[in-house]
């Protein structure tokens, strides 16, 4: 992270002259009046064009229509306090990372131009949606830069959370299966959105259901103060979720990808209608954008990175389709940092694992896809210990979903993580519901909804989450030299004792003390689980060498 923060310091003075977004959108031509937000409950708001309300489950229902100006306002109104607390969420995990104000100051001027020619790549129309949106955004932040550049940045820093390695913020995987593989025979998709940017980040989850001036109605699962998709599916069963690949640095931005896939939903309604958009954009991170279609009865991966595209589809006789954060299409085959993140990732082995986990179950059925997404162990069922990247389930997703595409269903999971229940909408009636605008009207299919997982409520999963809280707190003392107990060193061992990184962590300690042959106990422990990367376990060999 360290040497991070060194280049982005280097460039922002190599460029101090530089200046980001300043052209506002042309909005001449829009409707600029949409009325005034309703107070119809505490939490529930309505517009002539739009409504916002919270599910019994926790999830933001939001609904906007019309033209691109009169969805951005309207999505700001309604959402005012909601964006405004995830701006907070976000710019403290920044300030978190990056403490130094002038440090600070520094990345202000990097992104300054890093996006200097942002607005060319990205369609007018969600620039104007944007702009919308910003106008209700808070005065609090333009110490970063003023409302519209700022949410612009925003879109663009979601990619840029997947090209900087360092901050390790994702870690997804998705699956597609149809014909014998499924109970019903139609195509049904599975994903885990793993962006990690906080606890804070990912409390206010939003089901937002669009519908435009023009293209399709579409549904994507999102945050507060974002417009792009990274989960959707629009009114003809065309489906997108995103999975982050191996990219370089990036050196400036140009079409985030969650706008790429926010243009297909709102456009697309065959697979090689997604293809042809995705062939026109300038993106300038690696992505699999795994498409399903109803119309086409399958799932591909349209894997874009900034030379090149490539579309990955399974054998004819194959109908089951994996997604990790590697690429698998042709164009990568001996593209040195898919091999690179093949090798030395944890991408791999969760491919693998979905693999195993599906031909468990050989017709899958909706509650099965909500099963598999939210296991815990690795291959063969072994015990990985708790948060383990090499898991399905993390336990820190943002969100997980499951589409059923021929019948415009979906299901989204409520908190904590994607152990809530997956609530159920059927697209076609929530949007004849919604054409009334009535706040009263009940938007979940509650017949279809999936039980929460058990293990939300249990004594285990309480540990995890005082083992998270205590986890911080070790890593606080090992970076402050703080002293701490061998007894209280010992009950962190037990919140989580097969997770490699509580023994890790306990040798680190040790490690700063000068305790060196407690410290070689607990990191030949650590070697011996199972470890999430080939430089995690390189570190421990190392430290051991020192040790001994």
Same mark, same amino acid.
């Given at each position: ?345 944890? #991408?791999?082995?969760? =491919?693998?694992?979905?693999? $195993?986990?599906?031909? *468990?179950?050989?017709? +899958?059925?909706? /509650?099965? !896809? ?86 939300? #409520?249990?004594?285990? =999963?309480?540990?995890?989450? $005082?083992?998270?809280? *205590?986890?911080?707190? +070790?890593?606080? /003392?090992? !970076? ?69």
């Amino acid at each position: 992270m360290r040497s991070l923060l060194h280049s982005l310091c280097f460039l922002a003075l190599c460029n101090a002259s530089c200046v980001g977004v300043k052209r506002l959108p042309p909005i001449a031509n829009y409707n600029h009046r949409i009325g005034e937000r309703v107070e119809v409950s505490p939490g529930s708001y309505t517009l002539p064009n739009g409504l916002l309300r919270k599910n019994p489950q926790g999830l933001w229902e939001l609904y906007v229509a019309g033209d691109p100006l009169e969805r951005g306002l309207a999505n700001g109104i309604l959402t005012e306090e909601l964006l405004h607390r995830q701006e907070t969420a976000f710019i403290s995990r920044v300030q978190e990372l990056v403490p130094s104000p002038f440090r600070q100051w520094m990345l202000r001027r990097f992104l300054d131009r890093f996006n200097r020619h942002l607005t060319d790549h990205i369609p007018t129309a969600y620039q104007t949606e944007i702009y919308g949106l910003s106008r209700s955004a808070s005065d609090t932040f333009n110490f970063i830069a003023s409302s519209y550049p700022r949410l612009l940045y925003f879109h663009a820093a979601h990619d840029i959370g997947h090209a900087l390695q360092d901050l390790a913020l994702v870690g997804c995987t998705s699956f597609a299966a149809w014909g014998s593989h499924t109970a019903d025979g139609k195509l049904l998709i599975g994903r885990n959105f793993d962006f990690y940017a906080g606890d804070a980040f990912s409390e206010e989850k939003v089901i937002a259901f669009i519908n435009p001036d023009r293209g399709y109605k579409h549904a994507m699962v999102t945050w507060p103060g974002m417009i792009g998709a990274v989960s959707g599916m629009n009114e003809h069963g065309l489906t997108v979720t995103i999975n982050a690949g191996k990219s370089a640095i990036p050196h400036e931005a140009k079409t985030p990808i969650s706008l790429l896939t926010r243009e297909i939903l709102q456009y697309a309604r065959h697979i090689d209608d997604a293809i042809h958009i995705a062939r026109q954009r300038e993106v300038f991170v690696s992505e699999s954008i795994m498409v399903g279609s109803a119309a086409d009865g399958k799932a591909v991966l349209i894997e874009v990175s900034p030379h090149k595209i490539g579309v990955y589809e399974v054998p004819n006789t194959g109908e089951v389709l994996v997604c990790a954060n590697h690429f698998q299409s042709e164009p990568y085959y001996s593209d040195r940092r898919n091999l690179r993140q093949l090798e030395e990732s944890h #991408s791999k082995y969760r =491919f693998d694992r979905m693999n $195993e986990l599906i031909a *468990q179950t050989p017709q +899958l059925t909706p /509650a099965d !896809a909500a099963a598999m997404l939210r296991n815990k162990e690795g291959i063969g069922g072994v015990d990985l210990g708790y948060g383990n990247e090499k898991a399905i389930n993390l336990l820190h997703a943002h969100h997980a979903v499951i589409f059923q595409p021929e019948d415009r269903r979906m299901w989204v999971a409520a908190a904590p993580y994607q152990l809530g229940e997956f609530v159920a909408y059927d697209l076609d009636e929530v949007f004849e519901r919604l054409a009334t605008l009535d706040t009263g009207v009940h938007l979940a299919a509650d017949s279809l909804n999936i039980p929460a997982d058990p293990f939300a #409520s249990s004594p285990d =999963f309480r540990q995890y989450e $005082e083992f998270r809280v *205590q986890m911080r707190k +070790l890593e606080a /003392a090992i !970076a402050t030299d703080t002293r701490l107990s061998d007894a209280e060193l010992l009950d962190f061992q037990q919140l989580n004792p097969m997770f490699w990184k509580t023994d890790f962590l306990i040798g680190e300690y040790y490690r700063g003390q000068r305790r060196y042959a407690d410290a070689l106990r607990h990191y030949q422990l650590a070697a011996s689980r199972v470890v999430t990367t080939k430089a995690d376990s390189a570190l421990i060999q190392k430290r051991i060498k020192k040790c001994k």
